[in-house]
């Protein structure tokens, strides 16, 4: 079984943030908790924004183009393609938001 898993072990669970891109590493280094402006979940091809403060939510308004969104007013996450994460990332970090996971 030339590289096949090992079907004796469970799978392999992506943890967050787990790209090769420093800005997504560095999201969680930039604040952990109950605190951030904005929620960010990396699912691999897709990342979550949840803007948490109003200021993050008007942010996001002013900032990125609209898309895909679940849920609606204080609770909507809003679902990013991941090669476009890292520029928000950057953006939000930027204007002096903070993102964790």
């Known amino acids: 079984m030339t590289g096949s898993a090992d079907p ?3 799978p392999r669970h992506r943890e967050p943030f787990s790209c090769d891109l420093p800005c997504m590493r560095a999201v969680v280094r930039a604040k ?3 605190f951030s402006d904005f929620h960010v979940r990396d699912e691999g091809t897709l990342v979550l ?3 948490i403060t109003a200021g993050a939510r008007e942010w ?3 900032h990125v183009a609209e898309g895909i969104t679940i ?6 996450t809003h679902v990013v393609e991941h090669r476009f ?3 928000i990332v950057a953006g939000a970090q930027a204007d002096g938001f903070t993102l964790g996971g």
């Open 49 to 51: 924004f949840t803007p």
């Open 32 to 34: 952990e908790g109950p």
């Open 8 to 10: 004796t072990k469970p």
């Open 71 to 76: 849920g609606s007013g204080v609770e909507t």
């Open 85 to 87: 994460a890292a520029a």
């Open 60 to 62: 996001w308004l002013e």
